[in-house]
């Protein structure tokens, strides 16, 4: 029988991600050649035969190249059949050429046999989809084994990276985005052993994720970035003998995410606030992602309606603004509100989504793209703090805008008026109309007003300035006495400005200025106060 090299992906480690025809092919081996990174678990695989370590370790002596090449041409042309195992994919950062320049010139016949690579295992593992309609609608992954041959200025415009052999060098990888223009709010996922029983997975933002991880052992990891990091909460399975088909813990088919030796206020983590009732002061019916949030702390969690949302007092201004969409250049959405309302009276008007050609969308936040997204349209622009006030600075052409005209449909009562303001004093002719109102509930249910009263409540948050002014306007004069032992939570600066006026005080700031931020904040302010 003529010999034969067979290139073989060993995936992430664990042999529940092996494929069969790996699998078949390791059964039959009579050499096996194998790098570092391979589960040891993987080689009781092989029968008796020869087996070599090859393996290239970091810092290390190694074996080179050329002598792995003619290892694989010398059992090769002895009739043996040869496998060469890598971890991942043999051509992803698998050195593959060189072997099989080294084996065609020998002519020597080869396979090469595809395995998971890390650099797809480890994101999907974490819970962070790669790919999203509107936050990630491109990837790129690279080796950050030498930073000073990649070109930063183009990778910083991607939406997601996936970086490989770059724990070393994670200083100067955050550097190097922030100084191109990534913000420091970009969340950023660090996954260690990705596919193995001892998997971590630290998580962070640009601005922190070095800090972070100090002083921890991360390699061999992969490193994420990017704004679907942030999804992992929702995406991330909670294993229970159940539906992990009872199998041993030390082999389930997805690892238990596991948190470093150092707390990380990033990662909300399960059963962190199970002695905390925290009350959240929503708009009537939009709370239920905020809920499931704070559910996973193991929060107990009241809610409090503090807006009323409904139509407009006319559709007058928004019905004349549709008429004439091809007139404008840009829409601005800054709320799902603002989404859903626009939406609803383009569809009155016996008009849809193909009315909006020609004209550029842009949105603040991740919550209005995703409502935006569910009516098939992606976003042009989102500034990367998720705050109005954020959306002139990084607004694209922001000092050719003289004579473009902005379309802004907003809550009738108006509100900070410095988004216009900016855009008019750029040249831009805004067009502000009424697409919905927000009013304030008339009572308190009576078992939320008890536990206030009761002392019950330990944590209130607020989403917006204008639930701050609600609740004070509901509470009357005895609110500030009844927040005296309670925590009062903002999800941003302009909610924070409304608690210091109208309460008196705000304890929690969320860095990112989303739910999973204010999450986030809560869980590390428990962690400090225990």
């Known amino acids: 029988m003529r010999g034969k090299v067979y290139l073989v992906g060993s995936g992430p480690g664990s042999i529940d991600y092996l494929t069969v025809r790996a699998q078949q092919i390791l059964a039959q081996a009579e050499v096996l050649i194998y790098d570092a990174l391979v589960d040891a678990a993987l080689l009781q695989l092989v029968p008796p035969c020869l087996k070599i370590d090859v393996g290239k370790r970091g810092g290390e002596p190694s074996v080179a190249q050329t002598e792995i090449n003619q290892l694989l041409v010398e059992h090769c042309q002895q009739n043996k059949q040869v496998v060469r195992l890598k971890s991942g994919d043999p051509f992803i950062f698998g050195r593959c050429t060189a072997e099989i320049e080294a084996l065609k010139a020998a002519d020597c016949a080869f396979e090469v046999i595809p395995g998971l690579s890390s650099a797809l295992v480890a994101p999907l593992l974490a819970g962070i989809p790669l790919t999203d309609p509107v936050l990630s609608r491109c990837f790129a992954i690279l080796s950050a084994h030498y930073p000073d041959l990649l070109n930063w200025e183009a990778l910083a415009q991607i939406e997601t990276l996936v970086i490989l052999m ?11 985005l922030q100084r191109r223009g990534r913000s420091p709010h970009t969340p950023v996922a660090i996954i260690r052993w990705a596919g193995q029983t001892q998997q971590q997975t630290w998580f962070g933002t640009l601005a922190n994720i070095v800090h972070q991880t100090a002083r921890q052992s991360l390699s061999p990891a992969v490193i994420t970035i990017g704004e679907v990091v942030a999804l992992h909460p929702y995406l ?12 041993d813990p030390k082999q389930a088919s997805i690892p238990v995410t596991s948190q470093p030796s150092t707390p990380n206020p990033q990662s909300p983590t399960p059963n962190f606030l199970p002695d905390k009732t925290v009350l959240i002061t929503r708009s009537a019916g939009q709370s239920s992602q905020f809920v499931k949030l704070l559910q996973q702390t193991g929060a107990t969690v009241l809610e409090m309606p503090a807006l009323e949302i409904g139509p407009p007092s006319s559709w007058d201004a928004l019905d004349q603004a549709i008429a004439h969409l091809q007139n404008f250049d840009w829409l601005i959405l800054t ?10 009276r383009l569809t009155a008007q016996g008009k849809d989504a193909r009315s909006l050609a020609g004209v550029n969308i842009a949105v603040v936040g991740k919550k209005t793209a995703n409502s935006l997204s569910h009516r098939g349209l992606q976003p042009d622009f989102i500034p990367p703090d998720f705050v109005a006030d954020s959306l002139i600075t990084h607004f694209p052409g922001v000092d050719h805008l003289t004579g473009k005209k902005i379309l802004f449909p907003r809550v009738e009562s108006g509100g900070r008026d410095v988004l216009v303001k900016e855009f008019t004093d750029k040249g831009a002719v805004v067009t502000e109309v009424a697409a919905y109102q927000s009013r304030c509930p008339e009572a308190i249910a009576p078992e939320t007003l008890t536990a206030l009263k009761q002392g019950k409540v ?10 701050v002014q609600c609740f004070h306007q509901m509470l009357g004069v005895e609110a500030n006495h009844w927040l005296n032992n309670i925590c009062i939570a903002s999800i941003g600066p302009q909610t924070s400005a409304a608690c210091d006026r109208l309460l008196g005080r705000v304890d929690i700031e969320a860095e ?8 986030q904040a809560i869980v590390q302010w428990a962690r400090v106060s225990g």
């Open 236 to 247: 991330q399975p909670t294993l229970t003998p159940e539906n992990d088909l009872q199998r």
């Open 512 to 519: 990112e200025y989303t739910l999973e931020g204010l999450v």
């Open 335 to 344: 709320s799902t509100n603002g989404v859903d309302y626009f939406f609803e």
């Open 166 to 176: 770059g724990t070393k060098h994670l200083p100067e990888i955050v550097e190097q």
């Open 458 to 467: 330990d944590i209130i948050t607020f989403a917006s300035s204008k639930t």
